[in-house]
């Protein structure tokens, strides 16, 4: 791939095109190496004209939001990122739903339902991400998903076609749904929440935001759980009950407030990250005999 080339092509169709673009700058865990281009579309048509451009010169492509649910290995990603964030964040209420681009703040979106007396988006208060990235994982926090209050969601489809699926065709399920095996693009996606009181609203979110303050390592980066939940089991009790709290591999640390999540003290590497979640999952299957999963989503070449 000529990557000049592909940059001044790109920026003729999307004017926020970057070239040789660090994805520190992208992802909550401050970590990775360079992307060869990441464009910022501002709206469906720029979404669909790069899709077209890089479909046409067989161009690897990959899609992204807020970067809080990502690794980025150190070589970086080779071909374009199309990054679907605060450029394409509107939304509005209607009645007793939100209708909200991919880029959208999950907290944004549950600070005007709150405003609107809308119920049902509590449990995202201090989820960070995107609209996109928390419907393609099915976000949840606190008894709360996505799957709970998704009507229905807009995506570019592999040839360009623009679709729009309802809440059953999500294939919702743990962290998962039909967009984390397929290439589609989210635009827009529906919510459907309910009639509530404000200061009953008001109240589960500040005592949501005071459980996160008091058992999250906040202030640090990371990119939320480190490994998803097993059926009996809790990622969190089995490292500690491991005697993992605080272990380090260079920069990288399993934390010392909540041993679910792995945090960058400043100067990790993705190497350094990625050696610490296989060396958890080493020691915590030789105790209890338990293989945890990561939750993450991981991207680029070593």
């Known amino acids: 791939m000529d990557k000049i080339k592909v940059y001044n092509d790109l920026?003729?169709?999307?004017?926020?095109?970057?070239?040789?673009?660090?994805?520190?700058?992208?992802?909550?865990?401050?970590?990775?190496?360079t992307a060869d281009i990441l464009v910022m579309p501002s709206d469906i048509e720029e979404v669909k004209n790069v899709l077209k451009y890089c479909k046409k010169n067989n161009i690897e492509y990959y899609v992204i939001g807020?970067?809080?649910?990502l690794l980025?290995?150190?070589?970086?990603?080779?071909?374009?990122?199309?990054?679907?964030?605060?450029?394409?964040?509107?939304?509005?209420v209607r009645d007793d739903r939100i209708i909200a681009d991919a880029g959208a703040s999950i907290i944004a979106l549950?600070?005007?339902?709150?405003?609107?007396?809308?119920?049902?988006?509590?449990?995202?208060?201090?989820?960070?991400?995107?609209?996109?990235?928390?419907?393609?994982?099915?976000?949840?926090?606190?008894?709360g998903e996505m799957c709970n209050i998704v009507e229905k969601t807009t995506y570019l489809n592999n040839e360009g076609n623009i679709v729009q699926i309802d809440n059953k065709a999500h294939d919702f399920s743990y962290r998962d749904s039909i967009f984390g095996h397929n290439p589609y693009i989210i635009l827009q996606s529906v919510f459907k929440l309910q009639k509530g009181n404000i200061e009953e609203i008001k109240e589960k979110m500040e005592y949501n935001t005071k459980i996160r303050k008091e058992k999250q390592p906040l202030g640090t980066y990371n990119a939320g759980s480190s490994f998803k939940r097993l059926?009996?089991?809790?990622?969190?009790?089995?490292?500690?009950?491991?005697?993992?709290?605080?272990?380090?591999?260079?920069?990288?640390?399993?934390?010392?407030?909540h041993a679910n999540f792995i945090v960058n003290n400043g100067n990790a590497t993705t190497k350094e990250i990625l050696e610490l979640y296989s060396y958890v999952q080493k020691v915590v299957f030789e105790k209890f005999n338990v293989m945890l999963e990561p939750e993450n989503q991981i991207l680029g070449q070593d």
């Open 110 to 143: 549950a600070q005007v339902a709150y405003k609107n007396g809308l119920s049902g988006l509590e449990f995202a208060c201090g989820i960070p991400g995107s609209v996109g990235g928390a419907v393609r994982m099915n976000a949840g926090a606190f008894k």
């Open 66 to 69: 807020n970067g809080t649910n």
């Open 72 to 92: 980025v290995k150190d070589g970086g990603i080779r071909g374009v990122v199309i990054k679907i964030s605060y450029n394409m964040n509107k939304f509005e």
């Open 231 to 257: 059926e009996g089991y809790f990622p969190g009790k089995l490292i500690e009950d491991s005697g993992l709290k605080g272990y380090k591999i260079g920069d990288a640390e399993v934390s010392t407030v």
């Open 11 to 33: 920026k003729k169709v999307c004017n926020n095109t970057l070239l040789d673009e660090s994805m520190k700058k992208h992802t909550s865990f401050k970590t990775g190496g």
